[in-house]
């Protein structure tokens, strides 16, 4: 089953590198991996997505609650939570499809960022399946020269936070 981890790291030098060390020394493989600043300057939100049962999980949860650089940790698979993901992705697409893609962009809130001509540039926000979605209903013409996710980035609905399990 697919896991997203919430975790809060010290925003230390080297920090990021023992939990990635870690998933590799016990052969986790991470599927996805996303860090970024909180409102605390000390403190990064790390968001994982790894794959595994429920005795993996717990596994993976105690040996990261071991790294003293690790503040708080929370699987947010089972609650109730909010994920978006973002996609840039490069399209060729030949004039005769130009309509077609505008179509899709407009019924999935696609941004175009540059719309040069036979080359679109996009930026796609939401749930991954969202962009599995358009990537799919792209015209079989038009091909995908790069594509570049974040993974999802996740928080609990509600009044609860990863801070608070914290005592941040």
């Known amino acids: 089953m697919r896991h997203i ?15 990635a060390s870690m998933f590799a020394s016990r052969g986790f493989n991470i599927e996805s991996l996303s860090v970024a600043p909180t409102t605390n300057e000390a403190v990064s939100r790390l968001t994982l997505v790894v794959m595994g049962d429920e005795a993996m999980i717990a596994q993976v949860s105690k040996q990261l609650g071991k790294l003293i650089d690790v503040v708080a940790i929370a699987d947010r698979t089972a609650v109730d939570h909010i994920a978006r993901e973002l996609a840039i992705i490069k399209l060729r697409i030949p004039a005769h499809a130009i309509d077609s893609v505008t179509r899709l ?38 091909r995908v020269l790069t594509i570049a996710r974040s993974g999802p980035v996740v928080v609990a609905r509600g009044m609860e936070s990863l801070e608070d399990l914290a005592g941040a």
């Open 5 to 19: 981890l919430s975790i809060l790291l010290q925003n230390e030098s080297g920090a990021l590198a023992r939990v």
């Open 105 to 142: 962009t407009s019924r999935y809130g696609v941004e175009v960022l540059d719309g040069s001509p036979e080359h679109y540039t996009l930026q796609l926000t939401g749930e991954g399946r969202d962009v599995d979605d358009f990537l799919v209903a792209l015209p079989e013409e038009v």
